[in-house]
């Protein structure tokens, strides 16, 4: 299995309030994604990035930020947590081309309430 | 814009039997095709990847197909077993530098003992 690790797996929080999700590879692989995966909408690109400090838009950015400081570390910050962002968060990563083999995290499952 | 279809949504067979999953894009110019299993509040388990020059590709009892020009592949499960059972993905890459992939809703498959 990719060496892919997500932090934390379960959160629960208030509305509201700031949350941050942590995903660490160990493969150093180039690119990283994170998705949200909802029923009946499948799995959506949030923001991903390409390199350290360079990140950008997916499908369902809005109210979501990124931050990549090294090449093992992708964050991912709800800066004021909604319910609609009740969801199952994944995090992926792929080599040095964005058009290689995926390899996905265990997920976070995140509760706003 | 890539659309990914999988048919059917759910499948029930009996232990032993063989069986096949079916996805279909709708853009024909893809890079690859990756197919990934989904266990019950797991991520994603990468099962096989068709580069776009490849016609099948195999691990196991897994037999993966690609016909770019129809837009197709399938999964091919050759004497299925109760731990089968799962959802599976198909998915393609979204294409230029952002390289996220664009995912069908999975078949959900369970193998009765």
């Known amino acids: 299995d990719a060496g892919i690790t997500q932090s934390p797996r379960h959160k629960v929080t208030e509305t509201g309030t700031p949350v941050t999700l942590r995903c660490h590879q160990t493969?150093?692989?180039?690119?990283m994604y994170w998705y949200r995966q909802d029923p009946g909408h499948g799995l959506r690109l949030i923001h991903y990035?390409?390199?350290?400090?360079?990140?950008d838009k997916g499908e369902v950015s809005d109210g979501y930020s990124v931050s990549r400081s090294k090449t093992e570390d992708f964050l991912l910050t709800l800066e004021s947590a909604t319910s609609s962002q009740t969801s199952v968060y994944f995090c992926?990563?792929?080599?040095?081309?964005?058009?290689?083999?995926?390899?996905f995290g265990q997920g976070t499952r995140l509760t706003v309430v | 814009k890539q659309e990914v279809t999988q048919i059917p949504a759910a499948l029930s067979v009996p232990e032993g039997e063989n069986l096949v999953l079916n996805c279909s894009f709708t853009?024909?110019?893809?890079?690859?095709l990756q197919w990934f299993r989904q266990d019950p509040g797991k991520g994603l388990t990468s099962l096989l990847l068709?580069?776009?020059?490849?016609r099948e590709q195999t691990s196991g009892r897994l037999n993966a197909s690609l016909d770019k020009s129809s837009g197709r592949s399938t999964l091919y499960i050759a004497a299925s077993q109760p731990g089968d059972s799962a959802t599976y993905l198909c998915?393609?890459?979204?294409?230029?530098?952002?390289?996220?992939?664009?995912f069908g809703k999975g078949t959900k498959l369970s193998v009765k003992p």
């Open positions: 992926a990563i792929s080599e040095r081309s964005p058009n290689t083999e995926a390899f």
């Open positions: 493969e150093n692989h180039r690119y």
């Open positions: 990035s390409y390199g350290v400090k360079d990140t």
């Open positions: 853009d024909s110019a893809i890079y690859n």
């Open positions: 068709i580069q776009s020059s490849q």
């Open positions: 998915a393609v890459p979204k294409g230029g530098s952002q390289g996220n992939l664009i």
